[in-house]
């Protein structure tokens, strides 16, 4: 099934079916029961178990109209949230077909969005109660807010994204080295409380922002990560690049991770969307540490395959030098160029690549010579 049918699939299951109706009275009347008591549980509303649908009906539409609960949904509402909300704010309701449930599934599980599916198109509105509960705040008042609690996650998200695990007092403080209006560790608790609603890339654990790579359970990769970082100083490069690790996709386009791409390219495929999943992947795998046996095994998966020795011999340098100069958690940021630790060194770290190892690749003969040096056959060696 190709990705457009997919979410036109999605936004059909959430949708009403029917007319298009703007109140929101109206809407959660059509609303089934086991979607009423979904909301109601979200708002932890009182006595929610023992409600009739009509009495949750009821109780959601007091609830969900009070500017307060209005203001507090709208505060944490993400970027491309709230560029769907100011649209939807403009007009009683708007028709769009290529919407996808990331865009508004934060929205209608605060009961703020209703969607319909009517004559094979959806429409997606915000109740009219909704507008006026918004229309009724300090607007001035409740942007400067939003946009305080919006850099403050970015700081956070971008701590959490560049360092794996950051304290908290290192966030404030390199918060407030690049911002004017400080962040005091009241401010920092009481942003916390706000999102908890909705779902992060992130944790906070005894007084540390942690990755969700890791987990609530996952005590030893934490212990090896803050003992591999020890002592080490933080990469910390000025407000825009910094708050550019905000997001989770985002990694530094070098020269290093372009000569790659060229070689493979140039010599080895010439699908270039293709190249550039693999160079992203490999980049991912250099930034977690990946040893290069899991960094070749991205080329087999795609089929991409090493026709000659020399080819093998001239893209082990190339990712070497793309490790060499990647950002990575247990260097606090920095790469192991920056902090002396490259490849060329041979340092002891297990997990650096050193230059004279070479990688296996699918193409070498079992009884060839094995190509990571030991003078073995492939097939009594990495063969096995």
């Known amino acids: 099934m190709d990705f457009a049918k997919k979410v036109g699939e999605l936004n059909i299951q959430h949708a009403i079916k029917g007319e298009v109706t703007t109140k929101l009275k109206d809407n959660l009347q059509v609303l089934t029961k086991e979607r009423l008591s979904l909301l109601a549980s979200r708002y932890e509303l009182p006595g929610r178990s023992k409600m009739k649908k009509q009495d949750l009906a009821d109780a959601l539409y007091q609830h969900i109209k009070d500017v307060n609960v209005v203001r507090a949904a709208l505060l944490i509402a993400k970027t491309e949230e709230w560029k769907l909300i100011d649209r939807l704010l403009k007009a009683p309701y708007v028709q769009d077909d290529t919407m996808y449930p990331g865009m508004y599934l934060f929205l209608m599980e605060k009961g703020l969005l209703y969607s319909f599916y009517k004559e094979e198109k959806m429409y997606f509105l915000i109740p009219e109660e909704i507008k006026e509960a918004y229309r009724s705040m300090p607007l001035e008042a409740f942007l400067e807010d939003r946009d305080r609690l919006q850099l403050i996650l970015q700081y956070i998200n971008a701590s959490a994204n560049l360092y794996g695990i950051c304290p908290q007092d290192k966030v404030i403080e390199i918060f407030n080295s690049q911002n004017k209006c400080q962040l005091t560790e009241t401010e920092f608790y009481s942003v916390y409380v706000k999102i ?3 779902a992060q890339t992130w944790y906070l ?3 540390d922002v942690i990755d969700e790579y890791f987990g609530y359970d996952n005590k030893d990769e934490k212990v090896a990560l803050l003992e591999g970082a020890k002592d080490k100083p933080y990469y910390i490069p000025d407000k825009q690049e910094f708050l550019n690790y905000a997001e989770s996709d985002y990694f530094e386009k070098t020269p290093q991770l372009d000569n790659l791409y060229t070689y493979i390219l140039q010599h080895l495929c010439r699908d270039k969307l293709l190249v550039e999943s693999l160079v992203d992947d490999i980049q991912l795998a250099c930034s977690m540490e990946e040893p290069i046996a899991a960094i070749m095994d991205e080329f087999e998966r795609r089929n991409i395959r090493f026709n000659t020795k020399e080819q093998l011999q001239a893209i082990v340098p190339l990712i070497i030098d793309v490790y060499n ?11 192991p160029a920056e902090l002396g630790s490259s490849s060329s060194q041979k340092t002891n770290n297990n997990n650096v690549i050193y230059l004279d190892q070479q990688a296996v690749s699918v193409k070498v ?7 990571c040096g030991s ?9 096995q």
């Open 196 to 198: 908890l609603g909705r």
């Open 205 to 207: 654990k005894h007084g």
């Open 325 to 335: 100069h990647t950002r990575i958690w247990s260097n606090r940021g920095h790469t």
């Open 375 to 383: 003078g073995k056959k492939y097939k009594k060696c990495c063969g």
């Open 365 to 371: 003969g079992r009884n060839e010579p094995c190509p």
